[in-house]
């Protein structure tokens, strides 16, 4: 406790960072505890800190056609396609090679946490620009997404989130990265009708209530809702 007051007086950090630190300490001790290393975890008793929750809103429709037309690789157009139709995280997505692409079933099978697998979906429109980038290729490298220029490695997930950081720059739009375009598609999954425990299948998650976590429930749906369900 005296550690976490000093960190945050000399170093001013906010109190989510310190809940964070707090998390890290009490999983540290828990596990010296559980492999008898010492008698009692010294975490334990520490209080969670709070913190103001600021939710992490998607992209718009709007914000999301301006990110399409700054693109001026085939290969970028084609990640962010992929991203928001399918939502999977950045490391299935680098992790991907050319041949797990069904474009005649318009679905991949992707390696998610835990090296657990599942299906994931293609719209017309990812179809499409995968379909542009993948003829474009000159170079025999089996990944599905690779450096821009020679000897063509397989793209990183930093190197992901630096092409995408640079496209918010060109587009004028501010936190631009992978995670953002998964939240973006649950939340429009969500929103458009899709049922949770589906939304939820989709993003891979074991427990429903992290699918909510990353859901962005529109104010609009929940007055249409409420009209439907309450106006009585």
Not at 79 to 85: A, G, M, N, V
Not at 118 to 147: C, M, Q, W
């Amino acid at each position: 406790c005296t550690y976490l007051a000093i960190c945050k007086q000399r170093r001013q950090v906010g109190n989510r960072y310190l809940d964070g630190k707090r998390i890290i300490f009490n999983g540290f001790f828990s596990w010296l505890q559980k492999k008898r290393y010492i008698p009692y975890n010294p975490a334990s008793g520490l209080d969670r800190i709070n913190y103001a929750k600021r939710i992490k809103q998607p992209f718009s429709d709007e914000q999301r056609e301006v990110l399409r037309c700054a693109c001026i690789k085939k290969r970028d157009l084609a990640i962010i396609e992929l991203l928001y139709s399918t939502g999977m995280r950045v490391g299935e997505l680098v992790r991907l090679d050319r041949q797990d692409i069904h474009f005649d079933t318009a679905d991949c099978i992707v390696f998610g946490k835990g090296a657990k697998e599942r299906e994931v979906y293609l719209n017309g429109s990812a179809i499409h620009h995968l379909k542009e980038y993948l003829v474009s290729r000159t170079d025999h490298n089996p990944a599905l997404f690779v450096s821009g220029n020679s000897p063509f490695q397989r793209l990183t997930e930093h190197g992901v989130w630096q092409l995408l950081q640079r496209l918010g720059q060109l587009a004028g739009i501010e936190n631009v990265h992978p995670h953002r375009y998964r939240r973006t598609a649950l939340t429009n999954a969500l929103n458009r009708g899709m049922p949770l425990q589906e939304v939820q299948a989709l993003a891979g998650h074991e427990d429903v209530n992290t699918t909510l976590i990353y859901c962005t429930v529109s104010a609009e749906n929940v007055r249409s809702s409420h009209r439907k369900y309450l106006s009585a």
